[in-house]
Every structure is written in structure tokens, then in C-alpha cells.
């Protein structure tokens, strides 16, 4: 397990994506990319981490998911997890973010 979690760590270029859309599956609609500003394991879990500043982000979202191999450019990368869960951020707030990806065998 160690092993895998090793691998998704080294995954390259990692991008944190916002989307406000309501369509179902695994899908979004791109609002807002930003590159991960870290990644660390402990064990079997991989912790992605950015940081949001007071003019990024503002307002009221539905998704974030974590993209792998991307860029600036929206669409790009494979979508690595996908959290659909409505949230919000007002100007003048400085938010952390952080997935966590746990590797496990079942």
C-alpha cells in the first residue's frame, strides 16, 4: 500500500479545480484551477494541500476535485477524486484545502 501511495505522491503536476455545476457523474465544470501548493504522505495517505487567497475563490461552490498531470488550461489533466459538496468563501478569507487520498485494501 505504501508503494501506490508513493505513486500517487509523485503524480505530476497536481491542480486543485472548483466547479459550481449541478450535472451528475463525475463531471465539472471548471470555475477555477490552481496548482497544489503541497504534497505529503504519512503512510498510506497522501495529503494534497493549497491555499486560497482573499481574491481567489469568493462566493458559493458545489465541487472540488483534485487533477493530476494538468495545467493552467481548463479540461486538462485526469480527474484524481471528486468531493461534490456545496461550500463557501467570502472575500477577505484565507482558506487551506486539503484532500486526502488514503490507500487501502479491501
Not at 41 to 57: K, P
Amino acid at each position: 500500500m505504501r508503494l501506490i501511495a508513493d505513486s500517487v505522491q509523485t503524480l505530476p503536476s497536481p491542480f486543485l479545480v472548483i466547479g459550481d455545476d449541478n450535472s451528475p457523474g463525475e463531471t465539472i465544470t471548471e470555475v477555477l484551477r490552481k496548482p497544489v501548493s503541497s504534497i505529503s504522505r504519512t503512510g498510506n495517505q497522501v495529503r494534497f494541500r493549497t491555499q486560497f487567497l482573499q481574491h481567489e475563490a469568493i462566493g458559493d461552490h458545489r465541487k472540488i476535485a483534485v487533477f493530476s498531470g494538468a495545467t493552467d488550461t481548463p479540461g486538462t489533466g485526469t480527474m484524481l477524486n471528486l468531493l461534490v459538496k456545496p461550500w463557501s468563501k467570502t472575500a477577505n478569507t484565507l482558506l487551506t484545502v486539503e484532500a486526502r487520498i488514503t490507500v487501502s485494501a479491501r
